[in-house]
């Protein structure tokens, strides 16, 4: 035998997966950017805590940037080139915005999908009522959320109140730091012992979540009147949104923490909000859309979603045909022959990126996850190859090969990404709006910020990764493949 000359052996750094702070390889002059990104991020999720008002500020910022309404531009008959920007809304809930590319539709398009709806209560057809002299407000809860977390805390209401002769009244009281806010009561301590020995998912019932309005009887009503505090709650809606009792039936209010979001943390490194899921995937990617600084190779698309909390149901959920709807559009305003052949070809030879929040690995709550693959604080945006339950059930699954382009994207543009997956096998699981697009037959993968606390009244996120998911979403739009 020869003797064979031995090599040295690989580097550890080039062998082993990075697994990094994220602040360690901020570059120089990005920790400004992080922070001017996430304040202005703060703003919004402040000021947006219903997915109306999420599409109206997503509108008002793109039509700043020069983005026009789909319909206008049609009834122009101003064809589409590229660089043009436009938009098409669904029934104000719902938002498709579009950045026309240097290729043509059939290539496929670069999509960006998060919604804008969160968990909350819903007031009911025929929320207000009086018992013991006290006003409230019956509530259906509306997503996963754990009801005894809803008590005793700051309320707001928020919503339209639509009237038969077509005007509709926006409502928010809770927010202007003059306006009063509302709670729903919890038990005290003292006489909570019933309570404290039940399961923590039937301490507090979901007809318990009724939120007290008032309780200050009327001076000046009628001496026939019986339920003289609903009688005052109803006089001051009615003097301040001109609504009377029965216009609950065409309303949609919807309540919600009391609040602005705050940074979290003497280091002020976390923001802690009503709402990340998943106002906080979805401005990354309309601020990714808006900011880009040259037309893109493919035409780009943010889909701001509803109703993704309660299954994506409804026409305003993405289980509806708006976003192929409005993909037609596209074509018919740029004159495409062969449409309908030519609308499956772009759609199959899309990618998406299903813009949701994810979990992070939380040292109170070890048990949950999958050591070594569970999403970490700090260390940027997470992608999910698969979502689902149980064997993967329910889940899109992205192939390798599509994988390997985001990496690919993400190494080049900087942006400091991990894989992570919902919790350890068999806990739990959940799903996104990724399959309603997979559907088509393009590539898709889950790609979002990790949280703590999600779907609670006030959720965590870490500013590196709020940042980065900005950083990954608009590198994704400028990809020239
Ligand atoms: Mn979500
Ligand atoms: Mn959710």
Known sequence: MSAKKKSAPPAAKTLFRRD?????NLKKGEERKLEAYCREYIDFLSAAKTEREAHDLAVAEAE????????????EGKP???????????????????????????????IVGGHTDSPRLDAKPNPLYED?????LDTHYYGGIKKYQWV????????????PGGETVTVSIGEDPADPVFVITDLLPHLGKDQAEKKLSEGISGEGLNVLLGSRPASDADKDVKEKVKYQILALLNARYGITEEDFASAELEIVPAGPARELGLDRSMILGYGHDD???????LRGLLDLDEVPDYTGIVLLCDKEEIGSVGATGMDSVFFENSVAELLALADTAQPELVLRR???????????????????????SSPNNAAKLNRGVVIAKYTGARGKSGSSDASAEFMAEIRRVFDAAGVAWQMGELGKVDQGGGGTIAMFLARYGMDVVDCGVGLFSMHAPWEVAGKLDTYMMYKAYRAFFADAR
């Open 20 to 24: 990094e702070n994220g602040y360690t």
């Open 64 to 75: 700043a940037k020069g983005f026009q309404n789909l319909d206008a531009l049609r009834a």
């Open 80 to 110: 589409l080139e590229p660089g043009t920007k436009v938009y098409r809304s669904c029934r104000g809930k719902t938002l498709f915005l579009a950045v026309i590319g240097k290729h043509a539709l059939a290539d496929g398009l670069h």
């Open 132 to 136: 013991g002299e006290i006003a409230l």
């Open 152 to 163: 005793a805390l700051p309320l707001a209401l928020h919503g339209v109140v639509a009237k």
């Open 279 to 285: 106002r906080i995937c979805a401005y990354a990617g």
């Open 346 to 368: 772009c759609l199959e030879r899309s990618r998406m990126l299903s813009a949701d929040v994810n979990v992070l690995h939380d040292p109170n709550y070890p048990d949950v």
